[in-house]
């Protein structure tokens, strides 16, 4: 329930000023962290909120670890958002309708590899939710510390580019420029057993996120052909651009099994995992 002495009432005008942990079904008129204070949506943890954000000087800090939810229908404003989302599980923590969260500085945590240790032979699937400065803007999680990692040492990242992918019929090549953009579709490989990185947006300046689509390159041309897990990190409801076919598996809620959906017809949740079988 609530923490910190408040009164566990719907619609109310909720101010945080200390550390406010969220584990169950709450709904608020409107939520105003102030300054030092945060609020942390932890695991069957969901937060509905409804109105706008009181002025503040300074706002604090918003964490939705795995398995929250915040559904943000009025306007929020916070300091740092951090979302954690895992590729391959369905505990990813959700925001729906983020693009009504105001943050000055916002992160996404994402494990690459729930299930095991990182293989720097694979290549991981995932998108940013913001722009990220591809050198200064990503650490790796090394017991509970975030450590800045070296391109090109540490890891390694491809994008799709559909021109390549119209005239060579190989769709990836390595990133040379400094950002990775928000709902591009990326590959990820690693050097080192690491398996959870963080990426925070490029401008620490208040601004909003921005809904996505996600481009990726699927084909069932190559009989070897792989299943490739990707975890929806837009922080919002995404749709998925495909090049044709019907190459998407997504979790079936409820099984520990997923279907083979068009993706034409899917909505792709936060933190929904999903899989696109491609040839490269």
């Given at each position: 329930?609530?923490?910190?002495?408040?009164?566990?009432?719907t619609?109310?005008?909720?101010?945080?000023?200390?550390?406010?942990?969220?584990?169950?079904?709450?709904?608020?008129?409107?939520?105003?962290?102030?300054?030092?204070?945060?609020?942390?949506?932890?695991?069957?943890?969901?937060?509905?909120?409804?109105?706008?954000?009181?002025d503040?000087?300074?706002?604090?800090?918003?964490?939705?670890?795995?398995?929250?939810?915040v559904?943000?229908?009025?306007?929020?404003?916070?300091?740092?958002?951090t979302?954690?989302?895992?590729?391959?599980?369905?505990?990813?923590?959700?925001?729906?309708?983020?693009?009504?969260?105001?943050?000055?500085?916002?992160?996404?945590?994402?494990?690459?590899?729930?299930k095991?240790?990182?293989?720097?032979?694979k290549w991981?699937?995932?998108?940013?939710?913001?722009?990220?400065?591809?050198?200064?803007?990503?650490?790796r999680?090394?017991?509970?510390?975030?450590?800045?990692?070296v391109?090109?040492?540490?890891?390694?990242?491809?994008?799709?580019?559909?021109?390549?992918?119209?005239?060579t019929?190989?769709?990836?090549?390595?990133?040379?420029?400094?950002?990775l953009?928000?709902?591009?579709?990326?590959?990820f490989?690693?050097?080192?057993?690491?398996?959870?990185?963080?990426?925070?947006?490029?401008?620490?300046a208040?601004?909003?996120?921005?809904?996505?689509?996600?481009?990726?390159?699927?084909?069932?041309?190559?009989?070897?052909?792989?299943?490739?897990?990707?975890?929806?990190?837009?922080?919002?409801?995404a749709?998925?651009?495909?090049?044709?076919?019907?190459?998407?598996?997504?979790?079936?809620?409820?099984?520990?099994?997923?279907?083979?959906?068009?993706?034409?017809?899917?909505?792709?949740?936060?933190g929904?995992p999903?899989?696109?079988?491609?040839?490269?």
């Open positions: 329930g609530w923490e910190g002495d408040l009164i566990p009432s619609n109310q005008d909720v101010i945080v000023t200390g550390h406010l942990t969220i584990d169950g079904d709450r709904v608020v008129n409107s939520l105003t962290i102030e300054g030092t204070g945060s609020v942390t949506m932890v695991e069957n943890g969901k937060l509905t909120i409804n109105g706008t954000s009181k503040a000087v300074n706002y604090g800090n918003l964490y939705v670890l795995n398995g929250g939810e559904e943000v229908n009025g306007n929020l404003k916070v300091g740092d958002l979302v954690e989302a895992s590729i391959g599980t369905a505990k990813s923590g959700q925001v729906d309708n983020a693009e009504n969260i105001v943050y000055a500085n916002a992160y996404i945590e994402i494990n690459m590899d729930p095991g240790t990182m293989d720097d032979t991981y699937g995932f998108t940013v939710p913001f722009d990220v400065d591809a050198h200064a803007g990503i650490s999680k090394e017991g509970d510390t975030y450590r800045q990692c391109y090109g040492t540490h890891y390694m990242i491809a994008e799709y580019d559909a021109n390549k992918r119209l005239n019929g190989k769709g990836w090549k390595y990133i040379t420029g400094n950002t953009y928000a709902g591009t579709f990326y590959y490989t690693v050097n080192g057993n690491y398996n959870t990185y963080r990426f925070k947006a490029k401008e620490a208040y601004t909003q996120a921005a809904p996505a689509t996600l481009a990726m390159n699927g084909s069932t041309s190559n009989p070897n052909a792989n299943w490739n897990a990707v975890g929806n990190s837009t922080l919002q409801h749709k998925v651009s495909f090049e044709g076919g019907n190459y998407v598996q997504v979790y079936q809620n409820g099984l520990d099994a997923y279907r083979t959906v068009s993706a034409s017809e899917a909505t792709f949740v936060v929904c999903f899989f696109i079988q491609a040839t490269e």
